[in-house]
């Protein structure tokens, strides 16, 4: 079964940032567009940033200039760097290719990891 390892989340006060990091297989990280998304609570899963191979970036409008993702080949891992950080950030953070992985027609995640807001 393939895994997905999310890591980094915790809690910090609005403005204060957190560095997230996600191993995947090394085959699925070196031929993956690689993202993350978030899930807020009562909110659906939604994709916040992705990389291509190539490290060509995409970002919702709602974290550009504050995120940052990046991957390492040597580790086989996605991070997201995150900055100046919003209540409305918190969440569940999970890694995944883009589009999700997918096995018996279900998408395959992580157990993902907490990111909490607040004051």
């Known amino acids: 079964q393939v895994q997905l390892v999310e890591s980094g989340g915790g809690w910090v006060q609005p403005g204060g940032s957190l560095r997230l990091s996600c191993v995947s297989p090394e085959n699925i990280f070196r031929t993956s567009t690689m993202g993350w998304y978030r899930q807020a609570p009562g909110k659906a899963r939604e994709l916040v940033a992705r990389?291509?191979?190539?490290?060509?970036?995409y970002y919702v409008d709602s974290v550009k200039g504050r995120f940052r993702i990046s991957r390492d080949a040597a580790a086989n891992s996605v991070l997201l760097q995150m900055s100046n950080l919003k209540i409305a950030d918190a969440g569940d953070y999970y890694c995944?290719?883009?589009?999700?992985?997918?096995?018996?027609?279900?998408?395959?995640w992580g157990q993902g990891t907490q990111v909490i807001v607040s004051s």
């Open positions: 990389v291509t191979t190539g490290a060509i970036v």
């Open positions: 995944n290719t883009v589009p999700p992985l997918m096995t018996k027609a279900r998408a395959v």
